[in-house]
């Protein structure tokens, strides 16, 4: 049984590219086979994010015109079996390919694939409708920012009207820090105004950029967090359940440890004032909200 | 609370704030696609036929779009001084 996912956004630069690249590496490295496509006619980038840039010979649009077989297209990735990707021309607009041909393509795919991962380009007008048209569900990349959210509700919107079931969210370039001190939405603001289910969370990393540079995605790096986020991911896609979300937090500051301890000296002068019946009453008022707390 | 938090109080009213106020208003308006200016239409025309069965309150109307679960509702609080008995008899 083979699914087509479209990773979708509304607006761009918030990660599509890098989130489809990612997403089949990690499900080949689980063994899948996965083809990934490059749905963005005239602006091409999956193929330099993934590394395979040099390697192009036919196009998605050579294949849909008939001017190759959809074999000789396929680009196959060297450092992974089983990930091949589909490229998108780069001198042709969106209008060289319909929904019709994309759904076409879609089931030719499925007969090899387990896995089609469509890259959707940015917007809501042709390329959109042309990515969506042969997928079975779709993936909504947003990041914690106003106007990247608001164009995720709008795409929601567009892919239920679609009856695509029930898409799943991906929050990108997450900052804990930021976070923490209440100056960027968390992940139950976002689920609340978004209101669909969360398959994943993404630290906003150098990873993303030292991996681009090198077209060598994050998630064939066993230490890098980016790509442990990214193959968490692909294992809720593939149905695993009990995946647990990555630990976002940044590691401990020396103002933390400095808090930490200081939270904990206080906690030892209150049990040890605790059996002195005269105490001060500041460090009372301090040792009573410790207990509340 | 620790101490250190004490001397260094944790920030609060971050600007993540207003950036969920502000999206769930603007959400809301994408959807239901009316311009400001229709919305401030609707509110007055609203108002009007309160006004013509009860006195009320100007600078104590809240009236706006709220998303839920089951879509956009209309939610209105309208301060009441009082109900004019004569008029909503007359219904003029």
């Known amino acids: 049984m083979s699914e087509c996912i479209v990773i979708t956004s509304g607006k761009g630069g918030v990660g599509k590219t890098t989130s489809t690249a990612n997403l089949g590496v990690a499900l080949a490295l689980m063994g899948k086979k996965v083809a990934v496509v490059d749905a963005d006619i005239g602006l091409r980038n999956l193929d330099v994010i993934l590394g395979l840039e040099n390697r192009i010979v036919y196009d998605l649009v050579h294949v849909i015109e008939g001017e190759c077989k959809l074999r000789q297209a396929l680009i196959k990735d060297k450092r992974v079996d089983g990930l091949y990707l589909l490229p998108a021309a780069q001198t042709r607009d969106k209008n060289a390919v319909s929904p019709e041909n994309m759904r076409d393509l879609v089931k030719q795919l499925k007969e090899d694939f387990d896995y089609i991962l469509i890259d959707c380009p940015a917007g809501i007008e042709q390329g959109f409708k042309n990515s969506i048209a042969g997928a079975d569900r779709a993936i909504i990349v947003t990041t914690p920012e106003v106007s990247a959210i608001r164009d995720a509700d709008r795409i929601i919107g567009l892919c239920e009207a679609a009856e695509l079931p029930e898409p799943m969210l991906v929050v990108n370039r997450f900052r804990a820090k930021l976070v923490k001190r209440g100056d960027m939405l968390n992940k139950d603001d976002i689920l609340e105004i978004l209101a669909i289910p969360l398959i994943g969370m993404v630290p906003d990393h150098e990873d993303v950029i030292i991996t681009a540079n090198r077209g060598y995605p994050a998630a064939f790096d066993e230490k890098s967090v980016v790509g442990e986020a990214y193959r968490r991911i692909a294992r809720r896609i593939t149905g695993e359940t009990d995946v647990p979300f990555i630990a976002l937090e940044e590691p401990e500051t020396i103002w933390g440890t400095m808090k930490r301890w200081m939270g904990m000296s206080v906690g030892m002068v209150a049990g040890a004032a605790a059996s002195t019946p005269a105490r001060a009453p500041e460090v009372q008022a301090v040792a009573e909200k410790e207990v509340a707390s | ?92």
């Open chain 2, 1 to 92: 609370m620790s101490l250190f938090d004490r001397f260094f109080p944790p920030r609060t009213g971050g600007s993540k704030d207003d950036a969920k106020s502000r999206l769930k208003i603007l959400l809301v308006h994408d959807q239901v696609d009316l311009t400001p200016s229709q919305m401030d239409a609707m509110r007055a025309e609203i108002l009007a036929v309160i006004a013509r069965y009860a006195e009320i309150e100007a600078t104590k109307v809240d009236l706006r779009l709220e998303r839920s679960t089951d879509g956009v509702n209309l939610i209105s609080s309208v301060a009441v001084r009082r109900v004019n008995a004569r008029l909503a008899v007359a219904g003029v």
